[in-house]
């Protein structure tokens, strides 16, 4: 059974900036797509990044305005999600999840991923 475990979420101001990590118990995890989601009090859960098994191929939310990047690091069975210049409006739960296998496609719908890990809580204050 794959485990994702997320970390690094916190309170921070807005202007801020973190990084969540999600590391995956996959063997094969440099063969796998990954993605990042986030879900705010009341609202559904919504694409914010993803990153193609190879890494040379990523995706994010028109929202974001470039202040996300996603990377990966295989070798430690990590992808990364580095968020600058952080808005109240970015106050969710985002959770990391696996897509698909040598897919070089990196996909924005839910239902193209499996696996979600238990989420880490991001807080930005105005």
């Known amino acids: 059974q794959v485990q994702l475990v997320e970390s690094g979420g916190g309170l921070v101001q807005a202007g801020d900036s973190l990084r969540l990590s999600c590391i995956a118990s996959?063997?094969?995890?440099?063969?796998?797509?990954m993605g990042w989601f986030r879900q705010a009090p009341g609202k559904e859960r919504e694409f914010v990044a993803a990153?193609?098994?190879?890494?040379?191929?990523?995706n994010y939310a028109d929202s974001l305005e470039g202040r996300f990047t996603i990377y990966r690091v295989n070798a430690k069975n990590t992808v990364y999600l580095q968020m600058n210049r952080l808005k109240p409006e970015d106050t969710a739960v985002y959770y990391c999840?696996?897509?698909?296998?040598?897919?070089?496609?990196?996909?924005?719908?839910?239902?193209?991923?499996?696996?979600w890990g238990q989420g880490t809580q991001v807080t930005v204050s105005s």
């Open positions: 996959l063997r094969t995890f440099s063969n796998y797509g």
């Open positions: 990153i193609s098994w190879s890494g040379d191929r990523r």
């Open positions: 999840a696996v897509g698909g296998y040598y897919s070089s496609s990196v996909p924005s719908s839910e239902y193209e991923y499996d696996n």
